[in-house]
């Protein structure tokens, strides 16, 4: 069950790297989830009778692989959340994308979303930031390697702004082409304050070596 790496743990936060296509908190469909098992690992870890309280102040979507960090106390919590709503947190995500994009590039947009958890680029929507930089190019499939240092956490920010712009992440179901394929999106890189001894806390992870992403050196 408890099938996910951990970076680093203390008294007050755990960070860890989330499987792909693991949910990041439970859902409908009562599938497993991260959250899941970190409170599953923590209560057999520590002994701990009754309800184990992990705090989630971000999200990876479900397809999505990478690094998070989840609060162990309440006080952990707000002021990770607070972190994370002001942008000081540094997310730095590897993608796959469909065509070669310029060495460079930031995309600015306004994001909503409908009832059915699409998002869609509308001025009347949320404003959503990235930059990335082309790591490199695969001309026999056709695909981009990127570095993507994202500015603003938006409902599908990065699958939404490349697929606007004809660069539809790899195995992406819903914004890009229905292959059955993995999606090619992975959080890297996670940078922050420690919410109590407010040292500077640094993760790097790379994906696993599988698929599309064994086409590239990371």
Avoid at 60 to 69: C, F, K, N
Avoid at 146 to 153: A, F, H, Q, Y
Avoid at 174 to 182: E, N
């Amino acid at each position: 069950m408890n099938n996910f790496k951990i970076l680093y743990e203390d008294n007050h936060i755990i960070v860890v790297v989330k499987p792909f296509n693991v949910l990041s908190q439970s859902d409908n469909t009562g599938d497993i989830s991260i959250m899941d098992m970190i409170k599953s690992y923590l209560k057999e870890k520590y002994n701990k009778p009754g309800n184990v309280y992990l705090g989630l102040v971000h999200r990876l979507d479900r397809p999505v692989g990478g690094i998070m960090v989840f609060a162990k106390t309440s006080k952990a919590a707000a002021r990770l959340s607070k972190s994370f709503n002001e942008h000081s947190i540094v997310k730095k995500y590897f993608a796959i994308v469909h065509g070669k994009v310029d060495s460079i590039g930031k995309y600015v947009d306004y994001i909503d979303k409908d009832k059915n958890g699409n998002a869609f680029i509308s001025e009347n929507g949320k404003k959503a930031v990235l930059e990335y930089l082309l790591i490199d190019y695969n001309k026999k499939n056709n695909c981009s390697l990127v570095s993507i240092d994202l500015k603003t956490g938006r409902h599908h920010q990065i699958r939404i702004q490349f697929a606007s712009r004809g660069h539809y992440l790899i195995g992406d179901q819903r914004y890009g082409v229905q292959d059955k394929r993995q999606i090619c999106l992975f959080s890297y890189y996670l940078s922050f304050t420690h919410p109590v001894t407010k040292e500077i806390l640094e993760f790097k992870e790379n994906p696993p070596q599988e698929g599309l992403w064994t086409l590239f050196t990371l």
